[in-house]
């Protein structure tokens, strides 16, 4: 995933404005602004690095006059106490951009480390591992970027580019439905394919092997095969295999990295993981001035 500037200035340019508002009141009166400095971004724990880019822009909004020397590149494994990258110019502008230079590097490397951690556990089994919309809003875009740096694969970006069926989905349409008349997961992933563009991709949740076989008469695209055992999933996978429909199988819920290889083994071709994106540790990164 390439890293779009347009689509992140807007986000860069938010987190400025929370966190400096009318005017850092602190530097302003001890910090000459013609004083210069130079400083070091300091990774105090080993981490898949994610955020470079972002950081480097940051301090470009502040001002453009301070040198950003990048150390390494996004998606470097690196060790405690690595050196990411010197920045030398105005000591004030440094000191403005600094917390949220931080802040994004911290999260973004939490969330590449975590990623690249069961990215490392599926390898040998040819399973992707997918991130979900289990986001923070307004920095889902980021996130996304930080698990493909850490080696996973993007799921949807949100409503508009993949259709997902889900357990809600299926509830309310039978719900609206009339009592003599229960619609069939084929016939709601004919009815999704008929409502959107062509090409569009049709996913649908089952959590049964009848709901699975039910599904797969529709033909649709993948099958997320929501919160079953490793043995359910095989059994999928075995199914598959005597079918002419030959769906993706996206395996989902509760997934662990001590468990992740279990869930592997199976023979999906992709395992979701809500974890990469809505609980992540941040990696302690500072900036400390030379």
Not at 27 to 39: C, E, K, N, Y
Not at 88 to 104: C, D, H, K, V
Request: with cysteine.
């Amino acid at each position: 995933m390439h890293l779009d500037k347009a689509r992140a200035l807007p986000i860069i340019k938010a987190a400025l404005k929370e966190d400096i508002g009318r005017g850092d009141i602190t530097t302003a009166p001890l910090i000459q602004g013609t004083a210069s400095a130079g400083g070091v971004i300091v990774a105090r724990e080993d981490c898949v690095v994610c955020g470079m880019t972002v950081a480097e822009w940051v301090m470009a909004v502040i001002d453009s006059g301070v040198r950003f020397k990048p150390n390494c590149a996004d998606g470097a494994s690196i060790g405690a106490g690595k050196e990411l990258a010197f920045l030398e110019g105005r000591a004030g502008s440094i000191l403005r951009a600094e917390r949220t230079m931080l802040n994004f590097l911290s999260f973004l490397s939490g969330i590449s480390t975590k990623t690249r951690a069961y990215a490392d556990r599926v390898k040998p089994y040819g399973v992707k591992i997918l991130d979900t919309r289990k986001t923070l809003p307004l920095l889902r875009y980021l996130e996304k970027y930080a698990v493909a740096i850490g080696g996973g694969a993007n799921h949807r970006f949100g409503l508009y580019d993949q259709v997902l069926i889900k357990d809600n989905h299926i509830h309310l349409r039978r719900a609206q439905a009339a009592s003599t008349h229960n619609p069939s997961l084929k016939s709601m992933v004919e009815e999704a394919r008929a409502g959107n563009r062509r090409g569009t991709v049709i996913e649908i949740e089952v959590s049964t092997l009848e709901e699975f076989s039910d599904a797969l008469a529709g033909r649709p695209d993948i099958i997320m095969l929501d919160n079953m055992r490793p043995e359910g999933i095989r059994a999928c996978v075995e199914i598959r295999k005597l079918s002419k429909t030959k769906p993706l199988l996206e395996a989902s819920g509760g997934m662990t990295l001590d468990r992740i290889e279990e869930y592997a083994k199976a023979g999906p071709d992709m395992i979701s993981i809500g974890e990469l994106t809505n609980s992540v540790k941040a990696i302690d990164i500072s900036l400390d001035f030379t």
